[in-house]
């Protein structure tokens, strides 16, 4: 949809593994703030501004993330495709940064958000996998 569109999509160009990062950053941002960084009602406005207008930085909306969630986000969501990350293995090492900084900065007796299952996290997709249970083969 057009809110995740990237810049060079608005401007009729071919979508391409850059964009999709650019697509997944304006995820992120909605995830972690409840909202879409641009928003407004008229779709010629939408499209300048995902082509020339900087998102706002996500700490700014919710003051609780850290600096490099802006980072990451911000360069997901870079105007130019070759300011975001060069391979999703780039993208995978920042995040497991952060996933990293997170866990130790919990309090002691507290897990993580991302370690209280006590179990590795779930993959495939959920037709795959039933409440509560381990994935299965699909």
């Known amino acids: 949809t057009m809110e ?10 071919d979508a391409t593994p850059a964009s999709d990062q650019y697509a997944l950053g304006v995820l992120f941002f909605e995830m972690l703030t409840g909202r879409l960084p641009f928003r407004v009602r008229q779709r010629k406005q939408l499209l300048t501004m995902h082509q020339s207008v900087r998102p706002p930085v996500p700490s700014e909306v919710r003051k609780d993330l850290p600096p490099q969630v802006d980072r990451i986000i911000g360069r997901l969501m870079a105007k130019d495709p070759a300011d975001r990350y060069k391979s999703t293995n780039d993208l995978t090492e920042e995040l497991l940064s952060l996933l990293e900084r997170a866990r130790s900065l919990a309090p002691q007796g507290e897990p993580s958000a991302a370690s209280r299952t006590g179990s590795p996290p779930r993959r495939g997709p959920p037709a795959c996998r039933g409440p509560h249970t381990r994935p299965r083969r699909c």
């Open 4 to 13: 995740y569109m990237s810049p060079e999509q608005t401007r009729g160009e």
